[in-house]
Structures are given as structure tokens and as C-alpha cells.
């Protein structure tokens, strides 16, 4: 076999003999091609016998772990060659997958020497950004229909939590009746939980990004951590040298490290080591382009890695799809890895994964630096003292789901208000012209058919500046895309929820706008 650069020459005498019309510059152009090619140029013979390699068919073989170059070619090439040479001008376009690479080969053959010649060209970037780019594509019309179920889910669960809720109120100590109450409504705690998974996954549930100091972030969030993963599993938080504040939402970041943890768990059955890390990195553009989702700059990269079983290779394409899982029926909903997925893109960022079987995985998460500005304390709030629940104002409640509605009204009721109802923005609007000088606070849906909460409440606000506004949504404040300043507790209430968070919005939200109302209440 001929592969030493000073018979590159002998080895295309063929090629040139046949084609008749190169000239002696011409044959070292063509040598030059093949010895300077960084893509692989190989010569069959008539039975598809490799014969010729060049320097670059080398290196490709040995990058992808293969013994000989022959290796990286096709299989059938006695087929391959017979087809180039049945005819002049004979060519055969082939892509081969061979172990790490995906190559496409083009090969053409030389009648009058019996001689096929092959070029080729490695795909294995781009098979691999295609694939990244399919999967997004599917990630996103997945999250999409996800998004729809969440949002209708979260009325059915706020009706069922509501009436729990009010019959619990109302057994005064029967310790019959408490109990499966109150399974009632943890279990539809939990299925809200489950809920706003799919809403992270589906990037509905909205980021409120600000600089944030992630070190002090995670290091305040280990304990609990610890606690979740059990004993037999150590916990170990490293930061590389002083880290830049990150864009990030302190809410999502705490689902995220508390999702990976416990997908950590289970890979670890049997105990072993979690590590959390902290490092800042520049990601340069030609890195960049080795990931679809990746772009260059400065990110705070949050790295979770753990000892355990690992994830077999077959899967690791998958493992961020909604819904897919390894564990046993029961054991996983398939969405902790893929809410983890949508709520980095909600922060601009990526994921890398790494992991082999039996030497477990790492998750390298990239968090953008935030450009300036002061770390937000990410502590919860200290508790609220409960506020007085019953009240004597009138309320107007808007919302299209008629289970929902007739839940809210009857909560408000029992509770003192006067409550007017309707089913659509255009029926408030009515109920507003006959009855706008007794109505003290606005109860709307976000997203109604026809005009939607935002909308109404900009009509009333317009007439009554000191009305009393709270918007409710099984989606997330911002998934409106209005500038409405919304804040969970304050004038936004997320769905589902109980009667008491209810009524204690709806008296907070009154007594705060007692003193500036011009005129008394319930007028």
C-alpha cells in the first residue's frame, strides 16, 4: 500500500494519464490538493482494495479512535468501486457513520486506470448542531401544548384545593372529616408543583432576572439539599477564585439545583458524593459553535456533578424531553430534567452534559454575567402576620372558567363581601357601568376570550384610579406581556391557590388602598 508523500505523485499518474490534459504545474497542483487536504482523499482498485491514503485520512482514523484508515471507509466497497467504474464519469455519494465521526464520501472513478478516488468530508458538527436544533424545535411545540394543559390543570386544581379548603374550615375539630380533607389538599399542593414544572419547561413561567450572587445563593441553599439527598450521600460545594454577579431568578435557581439533586439521588441508591461548582468562564466563538445553544461571552457556570450509575449513551439524547424517564412506573414524571432545560433558556443560557456509565454525570449549566448592578438578597421574606380575613367591601370577580368563578364568589361571601360576577371581560364592563361607585376591587383572570384582565383593568383603572386591582393566571405575572408590575402577594395571585391566600390578598390589598381612596369604602 502507497502512502508516503513522495509517491503522492505516482499515485495520481492514473487520474492525470486518463483525464489528458494535464500539463506537469498542473499534476503538482493536483498533488499539492491531496498532500495539503485536511479532509480525507483515499485510491480503491477495481475490487475496492484500498490502495492510496493521505496524511489527513490518518489523523481522521486515529482522532476517531479507528485502527487504520480503511476503517473510516464505508462498507460494500467492491460495490462501491464496480458502480464508478461501469462508466465514465461514474460517481457514488455515500454517508457513513464510523464510531465518534459521520462522514460523507464522494467517490469517482477513472475507467482507464481501474481506479476509484474518494474525498471526504466530516459532517459530525454538523449532524450533531442539526440534531440539537431538531430537538429544540421539538422541546419548544412540546412546551407549547404543555403550557395549555398547565394553565386549564391549575382551575381545575384551584377549584378542588378551594372547596377542600372551605369544608376543612367548616368541620370545627372533626377529626374524621380533617384528615381526608387534608389529603385532599396536599395532594393537590403536589400536583400544583407538578403543574409549574411544565410551566418552567415551557418557558411560561416568567423570569424575573437580576443580579445575583450564586455563591452565596447555593451555599445558603446546601442544607436543605443535605437534607433532601439523606445521609449516605455527601454534599461538596467548591468556587473557583471570585465569581461576577449572574443574571439569574433566585426561585428558578433553587428548582434547579433542588431537580438535579434529586435526579442525583436516585442515580446513587447506595450513597456517594454530590459536588456542586462554582466557576466563572469565557466561552470563545469557536467554542461556541461546537453547541447550537451556546453563544460567546462571560457566564457563571454552575457545574453539578454526582458518583453514581451514570446515563447509558442511548439515552443522553433524550434525557431533557418532557415526560421521558428511565426510572420504574411511579418513580419519575419525566419532567425534572426537562423544567431544569426550559428554565436555563428562560435564563439565556445552556446546558452541557457528561457522563458515562458507572462514573456518573456532570451538569454544566452557563448562567450569563449580569452586566453591573447590586446582588439581590435572595432570602425568603420574613412571614407575614395574618391579616383580618373578613371584610364588608364590594368586589367585582371575573373569571371565564364557571366552576372557578362560582368557588371564588362563594369564598367571599362566606367571608362578609359583596360580590358581583362575570364570566368574560365584555360582561364586567357591563356590570361596571351600572355598578362602578359601590365596586372597591377587581378579582380578573389574566387571560380571558375577548378582552383580557389587562385590558379591563386599564379600562377601569382609567375611570377609578383607586380601584384595587389582583390578577389571578395559571400562568406566571409577564406571560401577558404587559407592564403591569405584578408581584406574587401583592396584586398577583397565582393559580391554584387556597381561600386563605385568597382572602388575605383581598384584604391586604384593600387596607393598602384604604387611606388614599378619596372616598369611603363599599359606596
Given at each position: 500500500?502507497?502512502h508516503?508523500?513522495?509517491k503522492?505523485?505516482?499515485a495520481l499518474?492514473?487520474?492525470?494519464?486518463?483525464?489528458?490534459s494535464?500539463?506537469e504545474?498542473d499534476?503538482?497542483r493536483l498533488?499539492a490538493?491531496?498532500?495539503?487536504?485536511?479532509?480525507?482523499?483515499?485510491?480503491?482498485d477495481a475490487?475496492?482494495r484500498l490502495?492510496f491514503?493521505?496524511?489527513?485520512?490518518?489523523?481522521?482514523?486515529a482522532?476517531?479512535?479507528?485502527?487504520?484508515?480503511?476503517d473510516l471507509?464505508?462498507?460494500?466497497?467492491?460495490?462501491i468501486?464496480?458502480?464508478?467504474l461501469a462508466?465514465?464519469?461514474?460517481?457514488?455519494?455515500?454517508q457513513?457513520?464510523?464510531?465518534l465521526?459521520?462522514?460523507?464520501?464522494i467517490?469517482?472513478?477513472?475507467p482507464?486506470?481501474s481506479?476509484v478516488?474518494?474525498h471526504?468530508?466530516?459532517?459530525?458538527?454538523?449532524?450533531s448542531?442539526?440534531?440539537?436544533?431538531?430537538?429544540?424545535?421539538?422541546?419548544?411545540?412540546?412546551?407549547?401544548l404543555?403550557?395549555g394543559?398547565a394553565?386549564?390543570?391549575?382551575n381545575?386544581l384551584?377549584?378542588i384545593?378551594?372547596h377542600?379548603?372551605?369544608?376543612?374550615?367548616a368541620q370545627?375539630?372533626l377529626?374524621?372529616?380533617q384528615?381526608p380533607?387534608?389529603e385532599i389538599?396536599e395532594?393537590a399542593?403536589?400536583a400544583g408543583?407538578?403543574?409549574?414544572?411544565?410551566l418552567?419547561?415551557?418557558?411560561?413561567?416568567?423570569?424575573?432576572?437580576?443580579p445575583?450572587?450564586?455563591?452565596a445563593?447555593?451555599?445558603s441553599?446546601?442544607?436543605?439539599?443535605?437534607?433532601?439527598?439523606?445521609?449516605?450521600?455527601r454534599?461538596q460545594?467548591?468556587?473557583?477564585?471570585?465569581?461576577?454577579?449572574?443574571?439569574?431568578?433566585?426561585?428558578?435557581?433553587?428548582?434547579i439545583l433542588m431537580?438535579?439533586t434529586l435526579?442525583a439521588?436516585?442515580a446513587m441508591p447506595?450513597?456517594?458524593?454530590?459536588?456542586?461548582?462554582?466557576?466563572?468562564a469565557?466561552?470563545?466563538?469557536a467554542?461556541?459553535r461546537?453547541?447550537a445553544?451556546?453563544r460567546p461571552?462571560?457566564?457563571?457556570?454552575?457545574?453539578?456533578?454526582?458518583t453514581g450509575?451514570?446515563?447509558?449513551?442511548?439515552h443522553?439524547a433524550?434525557?431533557?424531553?418532557?415526560?421521558?424517564?428511565t426510572k420504574?412506573?411511579?418513580?419519575?414524571?419525566g419532567l425534572g430534567?426537562?423544567?431544569?432545560?426550559?428554565?436555563?433558556?428562560q435564563?439565556?443560557?445552556?446546558?452541557?452534559v457528561?457522563?458515562e456509565?458507572?462514573?456518573g454525570?456532570?451538569?454544566?449549566?452557563?448562567?450569563?454575567?449580569?452586566?453591573?448592578g447590586?446582588a439581590?438578597n435572595s432570602g425568603?421574606a420574613p412571614a407575614?402576620?395574618d391579616?383580618?380575613?373578613?371584610?364588608h367591601e364590594?368586589?367585582?370577580?371575573?373569571?371565564?372558567?364557571?366552576?372557578?368563578?362560582?368557588?371564588?364568589?362563594?369564598?367571599?361571601?362566606?367571608?362578609?363581601?359583596r360580590v358581583?360576577?362575570?364570566?368574560?371581560?365584555?360582561?364586567?364592563?357591563d356590570i361596571?357601568q351600572e355598578q362602578?361607585e359601590?365596586?372597591?376591587?377587581?378579582v380578573t383572570?389574566?387571560?380571558?376570550?375577548?378582552?383580557?384582565?389587562?385590558?379591563?383593568a386599564?379600562?377601569?383603572?382609567?375611570?377609578?384610579?383607586?380601584?384595587?386591582?389582583?390578577y389571578?393566571?395559571?400562568?406566571?405575572p409577564?406571560?401577558a406581556?404587559?407592564?403591569?408590575?405584578l408581584l406574587?402577594?401583592?396584586?398577583?395571585?397565582?393559580k391554584?391557590y387556597?381561600?386563605?391566600?385568597?382572602l388575605?390578598?383581598?384584604?391586604?390589598c384593600?387596607?393598602?388602598?384604604?387611606?388614599?381612596?378619596p372616598r369611603?369604602?363599599?359606596?
Open positions: 500500500m502507497i508516503e508523500q513522495d503522492l505523485e505516482h499518474r492514473p487520474a492525470t494519464t486518463a483525464l489528458g494535464f500539463d504545474p499534476s503538482d498533488v490538493f491531496v498532500r495539503f487536504n485536511p479532509n480525507p482523499v483515499v485510491e480503491l475490487e475496492g490502495t491514503y493521505n496524511e489527513a485520512a490518518r489523523v481522521t482514523a482522532g476517531a479512535g479507528l485502527s487504520t484508515p480503511e471507509l464505508p462498507p460494500g466497497r467492491a460495490g468501486a464496480k458502480q464508478c462508466e465514465p464519469g461514474g460517481c457514488c455519494r455515500i457513513a457513520q464510523t464510531h465521526r459521520v462522514l460523507e464520501w467517490f469517482f472513478g477513472v482507464a486506470g481506479r478516488y474518494g471526504a468530508v466530516d459532517l459530525t458538527e454538523r449532524v448542531v442539526e440534531a440539537q436544533l431538531r430537538r429544540a424545535h421539538k422541546l419548544e411545540a412540546v412546551g407549547q404543555a403550557a394543559i394553565h386549564d390543570f391549575n381545575i384551584t377549584v384545593e378551594g377542600a379548603g372551605l369544608l376543612l374550615a370545627h375539630g377529626a374524621l372529616s384528615r380533607l387534608r389538599i395532594a399542593d403536589r408543583k407538578l403543574v409549574r414544572q411544565l418552567m419547561f415551557s418557558r411560561k413561567q416568567a423570569a424575573h432576572l437580576r445575583v450572587d450564586l455563591a445563593l447555593v451555599q441553599l446546601v442544607p436543605l439539599l443535605e437534607r433532601t439527598l439523606g445521609e449516605h450521600i454534599v460545594l467548591w468556587r473557583g477564585g471570585e465569581l461576577p454577579l449572574a443574571e439569574a431568578d433566585p426561585g428558578m435557581i433553587e428548582q431537580s438535579l435526579n439521588r436516585d447506595r450513597g456517594g458524593l454530590l459536588t456542586i461548582r462554582l466557576n466563572a469565557r466561552v470563545e466563538p467554542r461556541a461546537e453547541n445553544e451556546a461571552g462571560h457566564f457563571v457556570v454552575l457545574t453539578v456533578s454526582d450509575r451514570g446515563i447509558p449513551a442511548q443522553l433524550h434525557i431533557f424531553e418532557p415526560f421521558f424517564t420504574g412506573v411511579g418513580q419519575g414524571t430534567l426537562a423544567s431544569v432545560y426550559g428554565a436555563v433558556k435564563h439565556h443560557g445552556w446546558i452541557e457528561r457522563s456509565e458507572g462514573r454525570t456532570s451538569f454544566a449549566l452557563y448562567f450569563p454575567v449580569a452586566q453591573g447590586v439581590v425568603n407575614e402576620e391579616a383580618r380575613l373578613r371584610g364590594t368586589i367585582l370577580v371575573v373569571e371565564d372558567e364557571p366552576a372557578l368563578r362560582r368557588l371564588v364568589v362563594e369564598i367571599l361571601e362566606w367571608h362578609g363581601y358581583f360576577s362575570a364570566a368574560s371581560g365584555a360582561l364586567a364592563l361596571w362602578r359601590r365596586i372597591d376591587l377587581l383572570d389574566m387571560v380571558m376570550p375577548g378582552v383580557m384582565g389587562p385590558e379591563l386599564r379600562r377601569l383603572l382609567k375611570e377609578n384610579p383607586q380601584l384595587c386591582v389582583i389571578t393566571s395559571g400562568y406566571s409577564g406571560i406581556g404587559e407592564d403591569l408590575h406574587e402577594g401583592a396584586n398577583f395571585l397565582p391554584p387556597p381561600p386563605s391566600r385568597l388575605q390578598m383581598v384584604r391586604r384593600l387596607d393598602a388602598h384604604k387611606a388614599a381612596s369611603g369604602p363599599g359606596r
